[in-house]
């Protein structure tokens, strides 16, 4: 089956450290994909992870397990609008599937 | 590069019509075109898959029939909301995948906000 965990809402501190988790069963997985979604827009690309370990990328980095079907994206020096939701997708077969999302409000 | 477009941005249509949302890639070939439908504070979720001159996939519980969608072009997918409802009111996303990115990644379109009267 196809199941994407993510905590539903996060609230962190401007200039701080946030790390938001998503954990994952799907089968014939492909890959993980973290996108960033501001209200009324579509989604954006942040990161992909194929293989177990820390991808960095400025002030995010993704990390992933494959043995723990486990990922994480880690924002550092939080901005204000660093405030929107924050989508997990594990790429399966064709497609992806996404996961709950996570809302991010960022406060000063 | 890797851009895509929709349109319309908006439509209010009124209860029985049909609508149609079209999906372009602009600078690239996209070989799949993703329909998603995403209710307020909620994820997305994947609707269908269209590969250029095939019959879409849909999704388990999504009606084919009521959401009809072509994909003629390279560059081209269309969704068609028959007898739109109430309930069908949403924001609909397209995505499309070529050779333009890294990893086969989906671009996403800007979306489409679908309410019905």
């Known amino acids: 089956g196809q199941n994407i965990d993510q905590p539903t809402e996060m609230t962190a501190t401007e200039g701080a450290i946030v790390q938001i988790n998503c954990t994952y069963q799907?089968?014939?997985?492909?890959?993980l994909f973290w996108y960033q979604q501001h209200a009324g827009e579509a989604p954006t690309f942040l990161s992909y992870n194929v293989l177990d370990g820390l991808e960095e990328k400025g002030r995010f980095s993704s990390f992933l397990s494959r043995s723990k079907g486990y990922s994480y994206l880690l924002l550092k020096e939080l901005q204000m609008k660093d405030s929107a939701s924050y989508l997990c997708a594990g790429g399966a077969t064709n497609k992806l599937i996404f996961g709950t999302g996570t809302l991010l409000a960022v406060q000063p | 590069g890797a851009v895509v477009s929709q349109h319309p941005s908006r439509v209010i249509c009124k209860s029985g019509t049909s609508v149609k949302i079209e999906c372009r890639s602009l600078d690239f070939q996209a070989t799949t075109m993703f329909w998603y439908r995403q209710f307020p504070k909620q994820s997305l979720m994947l609707m269908a898959t269209?590969?250029?001159?095939?019959?879409?996939?849909?999704e388990q519980g999504v009606e084919k029939d009521k959401f009809l969608i072509n994909h003629a072009s390279l560059t081209l997918s269309t969704l068609t909301v028959t007898s739109a409802h109430p309930e069908d009111s949403s924001f609909y996303i397209c995505?499309?995948?070529?050779?333009?990115?890294?990893?086969?990644?989906?671009?996403f379109g800007p979306g489409t906000r679908l309410t019905v009267l």
């Open positions: 799907t089968s014939g997985f492909n890959g």
């Open positions: 995505s499309a995948r070529g050779q333009a990115g890294a990893y086969n990644e989906q671009f």
């Open positions: 269209s590969n250029e001159g095939s019959k879409a996939t849909y």
